[in-house]
């Protein structure tokens, strides 16, 4: 046995499988704890063998971004080994995502509530733009919840880095209701605006408690954002109208937000506009969030100990065809997803990144 | 000696009777009348309540629970100055100066307007602003009730500020004494001494204790908050409850008689059917209600926790990232690089709109450079070895 193998042997003894929490197209996640210490964690086991070129893509994201962002707010990627013809991913164990607080009716969320998601959310986000990684797939579905109240942002199946001047990036990521309108009109140059984007979608669904702009097909998703926030002119987003998939979808009015966001202070309802702006460049930036008023006023952030929690009587008693359907792409997001969304958010097509950046160590799987 | 010894019995109950209670039922007699309209009960005024919160603090008078001061009153009041009575000036208010002497609002106009002057009764010098409204019928009592406010103020230590059980009542026993001279006006610059020691001994001891106490009743203010909303919301659910079940009702009458129209089935056991299938959603009801009531219980656990721990204001970021400054930055002016020349002259406007920002790219690049730069050389390298795999080696040795 040479040195890397048993390297490896040693790591896969630190960790404990224990039952299995769910299946997707790509990987297998199981419960599982860490033999010293008995601390839970999730296990990904990610299948090698059926892929003809190798790792599916997103573990290769997966481990590539997770393995360098440590972060409150950021899952975190414990340990990594194989076995056998598969590779493993030890991530921390979260029992509860944002979808299922928010679609839980028997909670009461309190405007404080809200605050503090909304500032985790940002502070998670941050970091990841800090580190110069877009994460590009946000969705109340990825934002795990701790079991001491703490947000993180999960699967990484679809970051990357910031693309260097002239490459280009795909414009088929972000689950479609969250995605904004430059990569709809197939934009392949974009910047970290685009997640900024889906946080206020992210923060406009968690005052309306249903997801706020659901289009039914890429076409119907440009259609409900305009009606939502109205069409678009030359001069609030200079370019757009060159962009290479652009249609003209229709002259809608601009509404106010406070017609739909009743109960919103005026400080909330202008983070949402500026997180909601058409024009990438003008839209606020995850730091300038951070600093917004919104955060600073009363009332003050809830304690994230204090924040509403999912009953896990609820989780346990969730219909089995749930269960069942849980052959989907995002059932395959780190942490453990027990069941998935009845609505079936889902990416409308395959990702088609152009696969060239390199992988810093080749991994030996013929053993 | 009858004194001390009455002065003695109370302090080992003193806690909780902070008013000879002889004197205090007198005045629950029933001749307090309240002025704006306060109907609730008057013994809600009395004066271990007034010790319980901070809120009921005030300069003259005794506020109630609901922060309002109720006013003695009585048909047979009399100015003891200018003898103008209730009979004669329907509005007479008797207001009691801080020697404990009442006089009418005219009298004090007209005697305090111009400044200072001295009691016309005991010719104490007196300011307008000194007289406070009347809240008990026995001025002994509005004394003693003002004395004891002033001096649980100062005196607020607890039993588990003390060591055993003796210690407290000592100090109880102090506190009394205390307060006695000062009611009884006894060696009262030697007792004020005593005060001013106390004061300046304890005084850390003296603001914790404040301070938890106004937490206390902020925590209690809450509590109550959340049992009103809860209490609101179960109401409505019940109401609508109710209604539901209601039509439902109905719906299985309708549908009773019209299936016994239009069926020709035995008509006992169409009936029968209908009323189990009723019953089913009764119960699905039933279920539905019980997991209601567990989410007030959910509430109110939350209400609970609350209290425990404070929400902080907003920190926009809990790291020190930025506190380093950067030793470089990138030209406001641009680069003009060859990569990003596409991007920066982007001929087609197909880069503009989508809002790629080369300034990311070039921030990225110049941090890549020079991030690392500053970090000193690591000294004292360790083994190649990590610490467990030596520790694996050694072990069979």
Known sequence: MDVVEKANLDRQKRWIKDSKAGEGTYAVVYRGHEAATGKRVAIKKIKVGQFKDGLDMSAIREVKYLRELKHQNVIELLDVFSSKMNLNLVLEFLDSDLEMIIKDRSLVFLPADIKSWMAMTFRGLEFCHRNHILHRDLKPNNLLIASDGQLKIADFGLARDFADPGFKMTNQVITRWYRPPELLFGSRYYSSAVDIWSVGCIFAELMLRTPYLPGESDMDQLKVTFRALGTPTEEEWPGYMKLPDYVTVGQFPKPSLRDLFTAASADALNLLNKCLTYEPRRRISAREALYHSYFFGLPYPTHPSKLPKCAKQVAASRPLEDLNGNVEKDATGPGVHAKNNRLKRKLSSPVDEPKGRSIARRLDFTK | ?397
């Open chain 2, 1 to 397: 000696m009858t004194q001390s010894l009455n002065k003695h019995c109370r302090s080992k109950h003193a806690q909780s009777s902070m008013a000879p209670r002889s004197t205090v039922s007198g005045w629950l007699q029933g001749k307090t009348i309240r002025k704006a309209g306060a109907t609730a009960n008057t013994r809600s005024s009395t004066p271990n309540q007034v010790q319980s919160t901070s809120a009921t603090i005030f300069a003259g008078g005794v506020k109630d629970a609901s922060g309002r001061t109720s006013e003695y009153f009585s048909m047979d009041d009399q100015c003891p100055v200018c003898k103008s009575d209730r009979y004669l000036n329907p509005k007479l208010r008797l207001l009691v100066s801080s020697c404990y002497h009442k006089m009418c609002e005219s009298c004090i106009d007209r005697l305090f307007t111009l400044g200072p002057a001295p009691c016309p009764i005991c010719s104490k010098v007196l300011r307008k602003l000194a007289f406070s409204p009347q809240t008990f019928e026995d001025l002994g009592v509005e004394k003693e009730v003002a004395i004891r406010r002033r001096i649980a103020k100062e005196f607020n230590k607890r039993r588990e500020d003390f060591l055993d059980l003796l210690s407290y009542n000592d100090y109880l026993e102090e506190v009394e004494d205390i307060t006695f001279n000062l009611i009884n006006e006894i060696d009262v610059a030697q007792t004020e001494a005593r005060i001013v020691a106390h004061r300046a001994e304890n005084a850390a001891l003296i603001e914790m204790n404040l301070q938890r106490e106004e937490a206390y009743a902020h925590a209690l203010k809450e509590h109550e908050e959340t049992e009103k909303r809860e209490r609101e919301f179960r109401a409505l659910e019940l109401r609508r409850e109710e209604e539901e079940e209601r039509e439902e009702r109905e719906k299985g009458k309708r549908e009773i008689i019209d299936k016994l129209e239009t069926s020709d089935k035995d008509a006992n056991k169409l009936v029968a059917k209908t009323r189990a299938n009723a019953l089913k959603r009764s119960a699905a009801r039933f279920a539905s209600a019980s997991h209601l009531q567990s989410s007030a219980q959910l509430l109110r656990s939350r209400a609970a926790q609350s209290t425990v721990i404070p929400d902080i204001p907003h920190v926009p970021l809990q790291d020190d990232y930025y506190a380093y400054e950067d030793k470089f930055r990138t030209k406001e002016s641009g680069y003009e690089d060859v990569f990003s020349e596409a991007v920066r002259q982007d001929r087609e406007g197909i880069m503009r709109g989508g809002g790629y920002m080369v300034e990311e790219a070039w921030g990225r690049a110049l941090m890549c450079a020079v991030a690392a730069l500053e970090v000193p050389p690591l000294v004292g390298l360790e083994p190649i070895l990590s610490s467990e795999q030596t520790t694996a080696v050694h072990a069979p040795a």
